[in-house]
């Protein structure tokens, strides 16, 4: 049964060009962590304000665990926010930052001590206790701000880009930790952030908004595999997905001076999308395999990354500029500008209507 329930949410600002959420539909089970994911002003910091109170729908319904949240002021809706600010207060311990929620619930002395001692040895703040904000790094700060929200035990954790102001080694560090906590403690929490890698290591699943809609929501693996529109397909994955233009008619799309069989018989401009660990490099004297886009590109920059090297490649076929990414494993060794042949398996293109940016799938019979 889902703990929490948004159904047609709407919102939208005085003065602004376009509404902040187009009717929002979302169920975040319970013990499940929900990632909502997308570029700035896509909403997802709204959704978190609206299901804490901070702000109001213009339309639809919010509940958590069957109990109507729009009635209910933010104190008594028995949620717990994480803020990318710490908030903490500057002039109380570690301890006492972590135990003021239980204070001012009338919680007593010895009961506020054994719960922010749990909550201080589950995020390693056990030592730091008696510290002053101003004595702890970032990365403890957050810990701090994080142990505030578990002392409460909420119905529901709403984390705002609780780790975007860390350095990327420590952030790199605690969403690990952060993730490994959630489980442990089986908590119910919606996790909003722009970091895509953030978004597949926290979340059950994954919620992928753009101008205040929800474009696709599924496993960490699904909405990367499985993307349902171009814009999935471009916002998750790094290096980003190469994307190459087209004109499909009667199944079949002119490509790169190659006919390929596209997925509709509509006459219709489309995307052909091959995430770069996709794309296969080989010598560019190698015979091109069939069932594969293959062509003759110039090695225009590499970025070595240890594991695996980014290839930036250029070449151009019948007139028709391509410029792609790959991912090859391990250091690559050939001269930069030299060239190379790219192989492309027609099992691994992602074909999107352009006009519409939706996934286009197989008309025809096999």
């Known amino acids: 049964m889902p703990a929490l329930v948004l159904e047609s949410v709407r919102r939208s600002y005085p003065g602004a060009d376009a509404p902040a959420l187009v009717g ?30 901070l702000d109001l729908p213009d339309a639809g319904r919010i509940s958590l665990d069957g109990r109507d949240l729009l009635p209910l002021p933010p104190q008594e809706r028995d949620v717990a926010m994480v803020f990318q600010g710490y908030a903490l207060y500057p002039h109380m311990t570690v301890a006492e930052n972590i135990g003021f929620p239980l204070k001012m619930r009338g919680v007593s002395r010895t009961q506020r001590a054994d719960k ?27 810990r701090v701000a994080m142990g505030r929200a578990l002392v409460r035990e909420p119905k529901i ?8 102001n860390l350095d990327a080694a420590l952030r790199t560090q605690l969403r690990v930790e952060l993730a490994r906590t959630l489980r442990k403690l089986g908590a119910t929490a919606i996790y909003v952030t722009h970091d895509q890698t953030e978004a597949m290591t926290v979340g059950h699943r994954v919620a992928v908004m ?38 499909a008619s009667q199944g079949v ?35 091109a395999p069939t069932h594969a886009l293959s062509f003759v590109t110039k090695v ?67």
């Open 116 to 142: 922010v001692r749990d909550a201080a040895a589950l995020l390693g703040l056990g030592a730091l206790l008696e510290r002053l904000p101003e004595e702890l790094s970032g990365g403890e700060r957050q």
């Open 253 to 287: 799309a002119a490509l790169a001076g190659a006919e390929l069989a596209a997925p509709t018989l509509r006459d219709t401009d489309v995307s052909v999308a091959v995430r770069p660990e996709h794309v296969v490099v080989r010598q560019s004297d190698e015979s």
């Open 210 to 247: 753009n101008k205040g809609k929800v474009e696709q929501i599924g496993s960490p693996r699904s909405v990367y595999d499985d993307p349902a529109t171009e814009f999935v397909a471009s916002f998750l994955g790094s290096p980003r997905i190469n994307v190459m233009h087209a004109r």
């Open 300 to 366: 225009v920059a590499t970025e070595p990354l240890g594991a695996e090297t980014i290839l930036h490649l250029e070449g151009t076929r019948d007139a028709e500029s391509l410029n792609l990414r790959a991912k090859v494993p391990g250091f690559f060794d050939p001269e930069l500008s030299g060239e190379v042949r790219v192989v492309i398996p027609e099992d691994r293109m992602l074909w999107f209507d352009r006009a519409t940016g939706a996934r286009l799938v197989k008309e025809r019979a096999e």
């Open 157 to 164: 954790f709403l984390f705002d880009e609780p780790l975007s």
């Open 24 to 53: 929002i539909d979302l169920e975040v089970s319970s013990g499940e962590v929900l990632v909502l994911v997308g570029p700035s002003g896509c909403g997802k910091s709204t959704i978190l304000r609206l299901i804490a109170g």
